[in-house]
């Protein structure tokens, strides 16, 4: 298979801050790619020199395996021969036009004329609801309607690619909801590549074919959402996709020591390393009131009780274990009960499967699958 798009060593920086440090990344033709990233990392610059928005200074960028940027070669073709779909985060449809122009535009840039007389808009609008909104001017919509407008003016060419860039953050959760289930039932059916960029992990994981996660200009991992979700590569990405909590360890002997003061041993060598860091998932962590029994080959920290938020079937819980807090996620049907009368400050227990952690030196992954621990 050929890719949609193929991006090499592209480098872009304003002024002397590099916003895109030589980024290598490809996608399949079809495939749909979220891009996750914390704010200002370079995203939306990525899409924008995807789209033929900005110039970079270095590096090349293919699309269906034709070259649109050759920094070397001084091949630049001009956005609108790129023929990708873009749908920015702010809408940006044009306030003067109805949205049967909105959506129109792209095919009126590309002169597609036949497009046009053959119902083209009118079917773009159809696909997302708005077929009885064409007559009306943007001002004229809810937010939820700019941003399903938006998205039709974005596939009415039937690109091949189409950006996302955050469509769905100004939306309400249920709206929100509602929209990805429709650009995932257009991707499926119309088959486009998609680079979509969320900070959202729900949204990441539901969308994704393959997660990229970006970091200072660069992807520090990439795989699909079950590969990532499973082997976060770095502490950073494990942060960054929710494995929220982050146990420092140091070496004491041949085992390891929290900065709570208790040890843990970790069964596999690291012979190099001091320090280490631990992460596991709020879900994998079990919560216990002090005294009762904890599971055998578990390891148990003693903490306190910080706070409590009902969540319906769930609680999220935050207790402090030493100097470290911790995220739990517990059963309501389990907890429920005594954590509603609970009070700061109450002694609790929590525990996790030593498998559950994830293990990284210096950032980098210690062959998680492996690195076991046990209770000291
Ligand atoms: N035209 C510009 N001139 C100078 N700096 C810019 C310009 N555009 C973006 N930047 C800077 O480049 C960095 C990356 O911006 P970018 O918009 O790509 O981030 P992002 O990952 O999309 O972030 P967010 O999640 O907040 O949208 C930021 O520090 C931003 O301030
Ligand atoms: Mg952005």
Not at 32 to 56: D, Y
Not at 134 to 159: F, N
């Amino acid at each position: 298979m050929s890719s949609a798009f193929k991006i090499s060593g592209l480098h872009k920086a304003y002024g002397s801050n590099v916003i895109v440090d030589d980024l290598d990344l490809e996608i399949e033709q079809g495939e749909f790619l979220v891009l996750l990233g914390p704010s200002g990392c370079g995203k939306t610059t990525t899409l924008r020199c995807l789209a033929g928005l900005e110039t970079p200074e270095r590096g090349t960028i293919e699309l269906a395996g034709r070259p649109v940027f050759d920094a070397a070669a001084r091949t630049n073709v001009p956005a609108h021969q790129r023929n990708l779909g873009m749908v920015f985060q702010s809408y940006a449809l044009w306030p003067n036009m109805t949205v049967r122009k909105n959506i129109a535009y792209p095919l009126k840039v590309r002169k597609m004329k036949d497009a046009l007389a053959a119902g083209r808009v009118e079917e773009a609008a159809a696909m997302v609801d708005t077929g009885h909104l064409l007559d009306r001017y943007p001002s004229q919509l809810s937010g939820g309607q700019q941003q399903r407008v938006a998205v039709a003016r974005g596939l009415a060419a039937r690109p091949e690619l189409v950006l996302f860039d955050e469509p769905l953050s100004n939306l309400d959760a249920r709206l929100r909801d509602s929209v990805r289930t429709e650009i995932h039932r257009l991707h499926e059916s119309l088959g486009f590549g998609a680079v979509f960029v969320t900070h959202d992990q729900s949204e990441a994981f539901a969308l994704g074919d393959k997660l990229a996660i970006m970091n200072k200009g660069r992807i520090e991992q990439m795989g699909t959402p079950q590969e990532v979700f499973d082997n976060p590569g770095t502490d950073f990405v494990a942060e960054f996709i929710g494995m929220a909590n982050r146990i420092e360890l140091e070496r004491a002997g041949s085992r390891w020591r929290t900065r709570g003061g208790n040890e843990i041993e970790l069964l596999r060598e690291l012979p190099d390393a001091q320090h280490v860091v631990a992460r596991l998932w709020p879900d994998d962590v079990a919560l216990h009131r002090a005294g009762d029994r904890v599971p055998d080959h578990a390891v148990a920290l003693d903490a306190v009780l910080l706070a409590s938020e009902f969540g319906g079937r769930h609680y999220d819980v935050t207790v402090a274990a030493g100097p470290e807090q911790f995220r739990l996620r517990v059963a309501s049907a389990q907890h429920g009960a005594w954590l509603r009368s609970a009070h700061e400050g109450e002694p609790v227990v929590i525990s996790f499967r030593p498998e559950a952690m994830q293990v990284y030196a210096d950032s980098a992954p210690v062959a998680p699958a492996q690195a076991l621990a046990a209770t000291a």
